[in-house]
T-cell receptor, first 114, second 114 residues
Framework: DGGITQSPKYLFRKEGQNVTLSCEQNLNHDAMYWYRQDPGQGLRLIYY???????QKGDIAEGYSVSREKKESFPLTVTSAQKNPTAFYLC?????????????FGPGTRLTVL | DQQVKQNSPSLSVQEGRISILNCDYT??????FLWYKKYPAEGPTFLISISSIKDKNEDGRFTVFLNKSAKHLSLHIVPSQPGDSAVYFCAASARGAGSYQLTFGKGTKLSVIP
């Protein structure tokens, strides 16, 4: 079954700790994205990657880091520098080429920092 | 500065009637528009899209209309069903400018009353 998996579904961390959120896709998509959703807000882009070993900052990259060592994987690290890390994090992927490369989303990870 | 606006945070519709969700945008570079549906604690799922070369796209009960001069699009759901109750996000990208990033609105929560 092709799709995007994010783990874990719920994650709790103490303030000051770094935490890494997993995102894996088996859709053979070139591009992958990380978004953050807060209550009453739309999805805001944190980082995106169009190709392995390359990634770009989105609108709210401060306090986050990513890596793209494999096509299938795009982990997001929420660092202690992120001022307000509690949120719902969504990973997405899309085919890079072609006119109809809609983004497909994973189920999300809810991070709560205590 | 919001480039994609969904001015109605919520909408209630009777089952069987038409639901109309609206979206306005300000960036004239946007040329591809998408609607996503999202249930709580899940990732958004792609519903329907429209390119700026069209003014209408239909898929079953879902129709998206685009008015480029007004920078306005709408999603019509006919007939509305209780299972349509969710948050609907409008998103836009500037593909002609080489950008496949999506800019999302804040969403409209649709409640379909049986």
């Amino acid at each position: 079954d092709g799709g995007i998996t994010q783990s874990p579904k719920y994650l709790f961390r103490k303030e000051g700790q770094n935490v890494t959120l997993s995102c894996e896709q088996n859709l053979n998509h070139d591009a992958m994205y990380w978004y953050r959703q807060d209550p009453g807000q739309g999805l805001r882009l944190i980082y995106y990657s169009q190709i392995v070993n390359d990634f770009q900052k989105g609108d709210i990259a401060e306090g986050y880091s990513v890596s793209r060592e494999k096509k299938e994987s795009f982990p997001l690290t929420v660092t202690s520098a992120q001022k307000n890390p509690t949120a719902f994090y969504l990973c997405a992927s899309s085919a890079f080429s072609g006119p109809y490369n809609e983004q497909f989303f994973g189920p999300g990870t809810r991070l709560t920092v205590l | 500065d919001q480039q994609v606006k969904q001015n109605s945070p919520s909408l209630s519709v009777q089952e069987g009637r038409i639901s109309i969700l609206n979206c306005d945008y300000t960036n004239s570079m946007f040329d591809y528009f998408l609607w996503y549906k999202k249930y709580p604690a899940e990732g958004p799922t792609f519903l329907i899209s429209i390119s700026s070369i069209k003014d209408k796209n239909e898929d079953g009960r879902f129709t998206v209309f685009l008015n480029k001069s007004a920078k306005h699009l709408s999603l019509h759901i006919v007939p509305s069903q209780p299972g349509d109750s969710a948050v609907y996000f409008c998103a836009a990208s500037a593909r002609g400018a080489g950008s496949y990033q999506l800019t999302f609105g804040k969403g409209t929560k649709l409640s379909v009353i049986p």
